[in-house]
């Protein structure tokens, strides 16, 4: 069955198709408007990421990355979480009216600004060679190496010693090209080093206005490392990495299900949650030394359920409706969504961003 696969956020007044081909190499990508938002959406019948073989989700998550760079030269686009699938447009329209003052503030703090990415390497093997030389190091290899072959605590004991060399030299690397990187941007994020032949990686939020200036700090670092380090820019991007919507879609039953567990009805707030869970939490806890299993079993059932619902009524997505009471007409029939706007893991883009870290330059 056919579902819509999101890929961002923008602001938009009316449907469109857009010249880009889908995440999963069919398209168009078009946009489906939805109270003065809209989405950037294509029609998609291929597996969940979760079930795709490796050098399949590597082909998707670099599509998914492509369709939102091409409308990032259009639009101020929010990216939505590698793998978002809806079930229907209703549903995308559902989306973006229930949680538009979300979603606009969202747009608005990103509004004129892209993330450039820094990745920095080193030649760990001349840098090894380097540490090898460093008095602490060349006295305990000596000191290890009397009478014979090291021991193995003693060859643990030598690793050691060499990683925290190295993690120190890093340290040093990173706090100066930092320094010199920071006054350029509005926000910095360190991303995972995958590699010991990471100095740095650090995705930068930059206004477009200063695009040239960042760049400008880059090439000073270059020319202030010489052959020492190698530098990788990555962008202008989308701030996958500052703000990435991720979209939970709660089913009127889940919701039905948590308000039984926790005894509540009508339209309810972040407080009415919080009174209810301390008061039902606090009975199964009194009931634990009787009936241990029954009560933690309970336990967990009010957690989930009061999370659940915290969800929806949290200060952003508003209060939970009442059964029947949502004049808008979505709440039956297209559920409730949740939606977070969160830094993004690293390690989901990282390899499709940087590729092999081999080679040279810029």
């Not at 990508?29 to 399949?56: A, N, Q, W």
């Not at 229930?98 to 450039?116: N, T």
């Not at 200036?213 to 500052?242: C, H, K, W």
């Amino acid at each position: 069955m056919a579902r819509i696969y999101l890929y961002g956020i923008i602001e938009g007044t009316e449907d469109a198709d857009l010249d880009i081909s889908g995440v999963d190499g069919a398209g168009p990508v078009r946009i489906v408007v939805g109270d003065g938002l809209g989405g950037v959406v294509s029609d998609y019948t291929g597996k969940p990421v979760s079930e795709m073989p490796k050098e399949e989700l590597v082909r998707c998550l670099l599509r998914h990355q492509e369709a939102i760079e091409r409308v990032m030269q259009r639009y101020t686009v929010l990216p939505v979480k590698f793998g978002t699938l809806l079930g229907s447009v209703d549903e995308v329209r559902a989306l973006l009216t229930q949680r538009r003052l979300q979603l606009e503030d969202a747009l608005a703090s990103i509004r004129g600004m892209v993330e450039i990415d820094v990745a920095a390497t080193w030649d760990t093997a001349r840098v090894l060679q380097e540490i090898g030389r460093e008095e602490e190091v060349s006295r305990a290899r000596k000191d290890f190496s009397r009478g014979g072959s090291p021991t193995k605590a003693q060859q643990i004991q030598l690793g050691q010693m060499v990683k925290a060399s190295m993690d120190r030299r890093r340290s040093v690397y990173r706090d100066r090209m930092v320094a010199l990187l920071v006054p350029a941007a509005v926000q910095m994020l360190d991303n995972a080093l995958i590699s010991d032949q990471l100095v740095m990686n650090v995705a930068f939020l930059v206004w477009r206005a200063r695009e040239r200036e960042f760049d400008a700090a880059v090439q000073r670092l270059d020319g202030l490392f010489g052959n020492e380090i190698t530098f990788r820019m990555v962008g202008p991007m989308p701030p996958y990495s500052f703000s990435t919507v991720e979209v939970t879609r709660l089913t009127p039953e889940q919701i039905t299900n948590a308000r039984q567990a926790l005894g509540l009805e009508g339209t309810i707030s972040v407080e009415a949650v919080r009174r209810a869970y301390r008061s039902l939490a606090a009975e199964a806890q009194r009931d634990l030394a009787t009936d241990s299993a029954f009560a933690q079993d309970t336990l967990v059932r009010l957690r989930q359920a009061s999370e659940l619902l915290l969800q929806c009524c949290s200060p952003h997505n508003g209060s939970v409706p009442g059964n029947g009471s949502d004049t808008s007409g979505r709440w039956e029939g297209d559920g409730l969504f949740v939606v977070a706007v969160k830094r993004s893991d690293s390690r989901e883009i990282e390899p499709a961003r940087f590729g092999g870290l081999g080679g040279h330059g810029q």
